[in-house]
T-cell receptor, first 113, second 115 residues
Framework: QKEVEQNSGPLSVPEGAIASLNCTYSDRGSQSFFWYRQYSGKSPELIMFIYSNGDKEDGRFTAQLNKASQYVSLLIRDSQPSDSATYLCAGGGANQAGTALIFGKGTTLSVSS | GAVVSQHPSWVICKSGTSVKIECRSLDFQATTMFWYRQFPKQSLMLMATSNEGSKATYEQGVEKDKFLINHASLTLSTLTVTSAHPEDSSFYIC???????????FGSGTRLTVV
C-alpha cells in the first residue's frame, strides 16, 4: 500500500515566521514529489515539485527531499496570513503523464497577523 | 499553459438521477486523466484513471458501474455519477499532466450535492 503521511495540524505560526511542513512516504519507487496548497472549497494549486535529493527554492518556498529517509518538507519563509490553507504533499512516478499522484491527508496551516 | 477546465463547478441533483462532469485539457493533449473525490476535511482520494480510447482503471472500492468514465478524445474525459445518492455528495476533481517533469494540473472541481 503506497502511503503519504502528513501531520494534520493545525500548524500555527505568527506572520513573518517560517512555517515548516513535513511529509513521509512509503513507496521507494516514487520519483517525484509535489506540494499543493488548497483553500477551503477550492481545487489544489501547485506550489512546488522536486525530484532530486536536496533543496529547491522558489521565492519564499523551499522544498527539501531526502530519498534515503523517504522524507519531504516544505519551508515557507516570511509567512503571510494569505498562506493560511491546507498543504497537500503528494508522491508520483517517473511517468507523470500516466501515473496518478498519491496524496497525504494534508496539513492545515494558520498564519496569524 | 497546461490548463484543465472542469464543468460544472457545482450541481445539485435529486436522489436517483445521474450527473455528468466534464474535464477538458485546453492547451495540451491528455492521454490519461485522473479523477479524485474529496469529502469534507479529508484528502483527495484517487477514484480512477481515465485512458483515452480504452477502459478506465478504477481504484479498489470504487464502483465502476456507478461512476462511469468516458475518455473519448485526447482532450476530454467525463465522469457520470449514475443513480446518485446523498452519500455521493462530494467534491470531484480531475487532473492531468502534459508531460513528465511538468507536474499535474487540476480542474477547478465540481461540488456535487445529492438531495
Amino acid at each position: 500500500q503506497k502511503e503519504v503521511e502528513q501531520n494534520s495540524g493545525p500548524l500555527s505560526v505568527p506572520e513573518g515566521a517560517i512555517a515548516s511542513l513535513n511529509c513521509t512516504y512509503s513507496d521507494r519507487g516514487s520519483q517525484s514529489f509535489f506540494w499543493y496548497r488548497q483553500y477551503s472549497g477550492k481545487s489544489p494549486e501547485l506550489i512546488m515539485f522536486i525530484y532530486s535529493n536536496g533543496d529547491k527554492e522558489d521565492g519564499r518556498f523551499t522544498a527539501q527531499l531526502n530519498k534515503a529517509s523517504q522524507y519531504v518538507s516544505l519551508l515557507i519563509r516570511d509567512s503571510q496570513p494569505s498562506d493560511s490553507a491546507t498543504y497537500l504533499c503528494a508522491g508520483g512516478g517517473a511517468n507523470q503523464a500516466g501515473t496518478a499522484l498519491i496524496f497525504g491527508k494534508g496539513t492545515t496551516l494558520s498564519v496569524s497577523s | 499553459g497546461a490548463v484543465v477546465s472542469q464543468h460544472p463547478s457545482w450541481v445539485i441533483c435529486k436522489s436517483g438521477t445521474s450527473v455528468k462532469i466534464e474535464c477538458r485539457s485546453l492547451d495540451f493533449q491528455a492521454t490519461t486523466m485522473f479523477w479524485y473525490r474529496q469529502f469534507p476535511k479529508q484528502s483527495l482520494m484517487l477514484m480512477a484513471t481515465s485512458n483515452e480510447g480504452s477502459k478506465a482503471t478504477y481504484e479498489q472500492g470504487v464502483e465502476k458501474d456507478k461512476f462511469l468514465i468516458n475518455h473519448a478524445s485526447l482532450t476530454l474525459s467525463t465522469l457520470t455519477v449514475t443513480s446518485a445518492h446523498p452519500e455521493d455528495s462530494s467534491f470531484y476533481i480531475c487532473s492531468a499532466s502534459p508531460r513528465t517533469s511538468y507536474g499535474y494540473t487540476f480542474g477547478s472541481g465540481t461540488r456535487l450535492t445529492v438531495v
